[in-house]
């Protein structure tokens, strides 16, 4: 049996499918938080939340890593961790950041660091040949609005440091881009308390349909264990809608984001003690890196590869987060496609209806969750407002994205918001 600390967590399916799989692994870990009650709203009533299956809870201010690095090493000294990790992005660095102090497992602070800020993954993948947007970083508003009319319109911004989609904008003048920035501005603190840095990424509009590469990197070998179809709306905004898996892709374009994703995670040094989801757009021109998630998927991804290939992510996660060997040798498991769409609100209000009558147990259903009557509803603008998915299998081939699409259909016109 191994002891892992866990250093926060997010609050969606990673915070119940990671402290499951550390169980079904004969592990057990330790829960360091600054602040327990961000966790219990989302347990299911009468249950209790399996980040509270933990062998100790220990509060403590996870921002500071100044007084958190000599905490750690008190707590090893008593408690004698195993592993670091963390689901949260925000925290990512903060885990590598004490898995080197410990002497522990895990990829370099600064790999870490570097894929989760933006601005330095994107100054890593140009010096390394790796192939990605025309981009520019800046704070002033001059320096940026001449950066972007040389890199030229449409274009996109970017926050370098926030996730899930939060204020990435397209933008197609300069008066959009005022207004995207000065959104930025606006939110100098991020939901964990932690102060942004505010500078602003711009990036070339790239063409072309979005995958993610999901790979396992032990012992300096990448593994690919496979490609996602990621489905994209909600312009300016970039809402992902909906994945699939496998992605539906020709084989050449399938083993062309592999490589380019392998590419950025070697030169990331990402190549011992984590599971990536590297996004991709599959231009005219090839593949370009979209960005380097240095943690398992989100968005259920985990539980499409799983359902498809038997390959659990989430147990990779936390075997190679000890230093032990993956198991990413997948199995049969009768299908050959798993997809999931999101249902995302257009408008703001109260969920008055929602009639999921005609989706529940049709076809190829794999699992439906929706928001109840009475739920406040917010205007999608991240990947943080969705009223809800269908998840849906096909076990004869790639029809499961399709099958989702129109269950989802089903569900939007269904939708009642006042």
């Not at 209806?353 to 147990?361: A, F, K, N, T, Y």
Request: aromatic share 4%; hydrophobic share 40%; glycine share 12%.
């Amino acid at each position: 049996m191994a002891h892992l600390l866990m250093v926060e967590s997010w609050v969606g399916s990673m915070s119940r499918l990671l402290p499951r799989a550390i169980g079904q692994g004969g592990h057990e870990f330790t829960f360091l938080t600054r602040d327990l009650h961000h966790y219990l709203g989302p347990a299911p009533e009468g249950t209790a939340h399996p980040l509270l299956g933990a062998r100790n809870v220990v509060t403590a201010d996870t921002n500071d890593t100044g007084t958190l690095l000599p905490l750690a090493e008190r707590l090893h000294e008593v408690l004698c961790f195993d592993g670091v990790l963390t689901s949260c992005d925000y925290y990512l660095p903060t885990a590598a950041l004490i898995a080197g102090r410990l002497g522990l497992p895990g990829p370099a602070a600064e790999s870490v660091r570097d894929a989760c800020r933006k601005d330095a993954t994107r100054r890593v993948l140009a010096g390394a040949g790796v192939p990605g947007p025309r981009f520019a970083v800046h704070e002033e508003w001059g320096a940026l609005a001449r950066s972007a009319r040389e890199i030229g319109y449409p274009l996109v911004v970017k926050p370098v440091d926030l996730c899930a989609g939060m204020y990435v904008r397209r933008v197609d003048d300069e008066g959009q881009l005022a207004r995207a920035v000065e959104a930025l501005t606006a939110f100098p603190v991020n939901a964990r308390g932690q102060r942004r840095d505010p500078v602003v990424l711009l990036e070339e509009l790239l063409d072309g349909p979005e995958v993610s590469v999901e790979t396992v990197s032990h012992g300096g070998a990448v593994h690919v264990v496979g490609v996602t179809d990621k489905s994209i709306g909600g312009s300016p905004a970039f809402i992902e809608t909906g994945h699939m898996f496998p992605a539906a892709l020709p084989a050449p374009d399938t083993e062309a984001a592999g490589r380019t994703a392998v590419a950025a995670i070697r030169a990331l040094g990402l190549t011992d003690g984590v599971v990536a989801h590297t996004e991709i757009k599959l231009t005219a021109n090839g593949p370009r890196v979209v960005e380097v998630n240095p943690r398992p998927a989100g968005n259920r991804i985990t539980e499409l590869v799983h359902r498809v290939t038997g390959i659990d992510l989430v147990a990779s996660f936390v075997a190679v987060s000890l230093g032990r060997e993956p198991d990413v040798r997948g199995s049969r498991t009768g299908l050959r496609s798993a997809a999931i769409g999101f249902l995302v609100p257009e408008a703001s209000g109260t969920l008055a209806s929602l009639d999921s009558s005609g989706v529940r147990g049709a076809p190829g259903v794999l699992d439906l969750r929706l928001a109840e009557p009475g739920a406040r509803v917010t205007a999608a603008g991240s990947n943080n407002e969705y009223l809800g998915h269908v998840m849906t299998g096909d076990a004869r081939g790639l029809g499961a994205r399709d099958r989702a699409e129109a269950l989802l259909g089903e569900l939007r016109s269904a939708l009642v918001i006042r």
